[in-house]
Structures are given as structure tokens and as C-alpha cells.
């Protein structure tokens, strides 16, 4: 070994050293360490190397330098604030902001929300399905589930797929207690500090909450009608080399786009290209008409992940969610479900069973689409009468994405609107890109009060 490596070697022992001393707390924040001349007499070694060890736990964040003093152990880091990662936006468009006001505020006129009114759901059923529950012998009201799950919902949710061309047998299926817990666990599973992430342009805006939370690095793809801009998406994937993509395949939140088949087929032969993994979000998959192209359903789980809710359709109280995956992943993720969450809820996942499996459930997602099909167009033209235009008139879902008129923003229209009792969801609060400054995204299910539109009638005018 020559000199080079010798003192490399003794510069990485003594900086291991010194963080276990510090990790078991032998060391507490604030202790001052030895001087450079005590402790390389003490280790046997050049005062060089003890500079080059301190240097780098400098830089590390482990210890301090205090300039005539000394080193010491730095303070432990503050804990993590999401709002703080990432580039600093206006309130207004912040994704937690935005989150935060849809569920804080009561009484307030909330077309900016991503859900639907409580006398839209299916309130009767869940409650016949608690009393059946509380009913059977054989419930579990107390105990901890299984590690994947709920056995029997795991079955049902199995033909769900089945039905979309979707091969996700019971045991490649884990539940979670709701869609965003399901993304939070794979962004575990897949990503470290760094990587490199991509999401549509727009997005839900609390897909760029939760990576940031991550501390990657997000970019977005330009969405089309017929899904991501495949020109767009090889662009990025040639030149930053993304570890994942995270995208809703149909109803896309906030667009209202659905992938076309020549898209998906497009998107999953750049991802074998370029080794992505792609996380497809369905949560909104009951609101179709027909059953659309999925991702998962092409690739057979090489490279896609499935996930899928109930919030949206069931109850967002009664929190349910599932990953569907490659066989090989479902016992690490499994593993990792319990190290970070212990168990879903099997209580839960027993009522949803009741509810999903019966007649019920089926005739209150017909309603749901016929009221909204109702409620669409009109709901677009009182939009457009006032120059909000919609980006793509969708035969389904819960959302219209509008353009203002020119010069108006809709940050600007969101602070407004709140000292008015009026929640709206400005475009840059979906768009990692800020390109969407001047649209709005509008839930048509809670977009029926005619205060609405005299509110908006003064602010556009």
C-alpha cells in the first residue's frame, strides 16, 4: 500500500470512529472534540490526517468548527419540513397550502376540492355494512391484519383488475390504508435522496408534496389529450436518466386526459429503453364509462406498479388502498410495510369488502357517473360564458382544467377568492414546471352553487 492509500484508510478509520462514538452517544451535541495535536497522538497518526478526518465530518454536518475553539459534535438536524424543500412558491400555490385550505376550511364554497359532496357517497351502504360487521361472530374488530391484507378483498380486487385486462393474482397484492400511503411506501421502496423523478405537467399536486418530502429531484412531462408528449418524455428520459415516473393513466388529475393505446405503448418501450419504472396511479378508474388502455395491463408488472383507492367513490373516511406488483417485489414491499406502517386496517377492509363486493356498490358508481355526466356540459358552459375555457372536454371524471382569460392569474384569483369563503385550486399548484399559471382546475360536483359564479363573474370581468 503506498502513502496515498495508507493515509486514506487511516483518515476513513478515525472519521468511522468518531461516528460511533456519536451515534451511541458517547459523544453528545455540543461536546467538544480533541485538538488536532491530542488526537493524533492519541490515534497514532500525522495531524494531517486527524485535519482531513474533521474536514470531513465538517462537511458531513456532523461536527462544527468554532474559529480559537475547537471542533464539537453539531446539534441533531432539525426535523423535516416539507414546505421548506424544493423552490420556494407563493402561499397560494403551494401544493400543502392548497391541501390544507380544502381540508381546514368549513363552510367555505370549495370548487378547488378534490372530492365529492358527503350526500354524494354511499353513506347508507357503509352503514349496513358496520352493522353486518358488528353482527358476525367472526369479524375482526380488534386484531392486527394479516401482513398483505384482507384475504377476501385481496380475491375481489383480483377480478377488478381482471375485468380491466389487468393479471394481478390475490398474492401480488398488498393493501394499504389508502392510495397516497400505497405511492408513499413504493417512494420508500424505489428512491433515495437525489434521484431523479418524473410526474405529468400537470400533476395532483400532492404528488410534488410527497416527493419533496423525498428530497429528489422532480421534472415534468408535458401532458397531451391522449396522455404524457412521448417526444417530451424520450427527451428528459435521454438526457437526466429518471429512476421512476409516477402518472394517473386515466382521468388524470387535474386534466381530465385518459392514455390513448398508442401512447401507452409508446411510454412503455421508452421505459424498457431506459430502465423506468413506472408507478400507475388508477384511483379514479370507477369514474369511466368504459374500461380504458392501462399500463399494467401491456407490460405484465415488468416495469409498471398499479395502484388504486377508494376514497373518491367510497369514503375518505374508511381509508383503504392497494399496490399491485411483480411477484418478486410483493415480499420486500410486504417486509417494508411493516417496518414502516405494522398493519392495515382489517376493520376496514372488511366493510369496503361488504360494500364492494355487493349490488350497492355497483348502482351508487352508476349514479355517480350519471350525475356527473348531468352536471358536465352545463357546468362548462357557465365556465366558458365567463371566459374560463376547458383545456379538454372529457366524457367522465370529476374535473375540468380551464384556461383564464389572457392576463389574469390564478394565484392572484385564488388569494381573492379565500377572503371571499371561495377555495380554488390555481394551476401552479400542479405544475413542477410553473407553466400553469393561468388555468384552474375545477370539481364539477362542487361547482354547482350560483355563488360560485358571481364570485368568478368579478374576478374575470
Known amino acids: 500500500m503506498d502513502g ?23 459523544l453528545s451535541a455540543g461536546a ?43 446539534p441533531p ?51 349496513r355494512a358496520l352493522r353486518a360487521l358488528a353482527r358476525r361472530p367472526d369479524a375482526n374488530l380488534v386484531d392486527y391484519a394479516t401482513p398483505a391484507g384482507h384475504a377476501g378483498l385481496r380475491r375481489h380486487l383480483s377480478r377488478r383488475l381482471a375485468d380491466k385486462d389487468i393479471d394481478a393474482p390475490p398474492s401480488q397484492i398488498v393493501l394499504m390504508d389508502s392510495a397516497t400511503q400505497a405511492i408513499e411506501l413504493l417512494c420508500r421502496f424505489l428512491l433515495k435522496p437525489g434521484d431523479t423523478v418524473l410526474v405529468d405537467d400537470p400533476c395532483y399536486f400532492n404528488f410534488l408534496a410527497k416527493l419533496r418530502a423525498h428530497q429528489v429531484e422532480i421534472l415534468g412531462v408535458p401532458m397531451t389529450p391522449g396522455g404524457p408528449d412521448v417526444a417530451a418524455l424520450a427527451d428528459i428520459l435521454y438526457a437526466h436518466r429518471p429512476r421512476l415516473y409516477l402518472t394517473n393513466s386515466a382521468l388524470h388529475n387535474p386534466t381530465g386526459a385518459s392514455l390513448s393505446p398508442l401512447v401507452a405503448h409508446r411510454v412503455l418501450k421508452l421505459a424498457e429503453a431506459h430502465d423506468l419504472t413506472i408507478i400507475e396511479d388508477d384511483i379514479y378508474s370507477d369514474f369511466e364509462l368504459e374500461p380504458g388502455p392501462r399500463l399494467a395491463a401491456f407490460d405484465g408488472f415488468e416495469r409498471v406498479v398499479y395502484i388504486g383507492g377508494f376514497s373518491k367513490t367510497l369514503s375518505a373516511s374508511l381509508r383503504l388502498g392497494f399496490i399491485a406488483a411483480r411477484a418478486d417485489w410483493i415480499e420486500p414491499l410486504t417486509d417494508l410495510k411493516i417496518a414502516t406502517v405494522f398493519s392495515s386496517q382489517d376493520f376496514v377492509a372488511d366493510v369496503a369488502h361488504q360494500v364492494l363486493s355487493g349490488g350497492g356498490y355497483r348502482r351508487h358508481v352508476e349514479t355517480l357517473r350519471q350525475k356527473l355526466a348531468v352536471q358536465r356540459a352545463p357546468t362548462a358552459e357557465r365556465l366558458a360564458d365567463l371566459g374560463l375555457k376547458p383545456w379538454l372536454t372529457s366524457q367522465a371524471g370529476m374535473f375540468l382544467w380551464c384556461e383564464l382569460p389572457e392576463g389574469l392569474d390564478a394565484s392572484d384569483l385564488a388569494r381573492r377568492a379565500l377572503e371571499e369563503r371561495l377555495v380554488l385550486a390555481p394551476g401552479n399548484a400542479f405544475s413542477v414546471g410553473q407553466r400553469a399559471a393561468r388555468f384552474l382546475r375545477f370539481n364539477i360536483a362542487q361547482s354547482q352553487d350560483a355563488r360560485l359564479y358571481g364570485l368568478l363573474r368579478k374576478y374575470v370581468r
Open 4 to 26: 496515498l492509500s495508507r493515509d486514506t484508510g487511516l483518515t476513513h478509520r478515525l472519521m468511522a470512529q468518531i461516528r460511533v462514538r456519536i451515534e451511541q452517544r458517547r
Open 32 to 74: 467538544r472534540l480533541p485538538s488536532i495535536r491530542a488526537l493524533a497522538e492519541a490515534q497514532g497518526v500525522s495531524k494531517s490526517t486527524v485535519v482531513e478526518a474533521y474536514d470531513r465530518l465538517l462537511a458531513e454536518g456532523l461536527i462544527t468548527a468554532r474559529r480559537g475553539s475547537g471542533y464539537y459534535v453539531a
Open 77 to 127: 438536524a432539525p426535523p423535516l419540513t416539507v414546505a421548506d424543500i424544493g423552490p420556494r412558491l407563493d402561499r397560494e400555490i403551494d401544493p400543502i397550502w392548497v391541501s390544507r385550505q380544502s381540508l381546514e376550511t368549513q363552510d367555505y364554497l370549495k370548487p378547488g376540492c378534490g372530492w365529492l359532496p358527503e350526500d354524494w357517497m354511499p353513506q347508507e351502504e357503509l352503514r
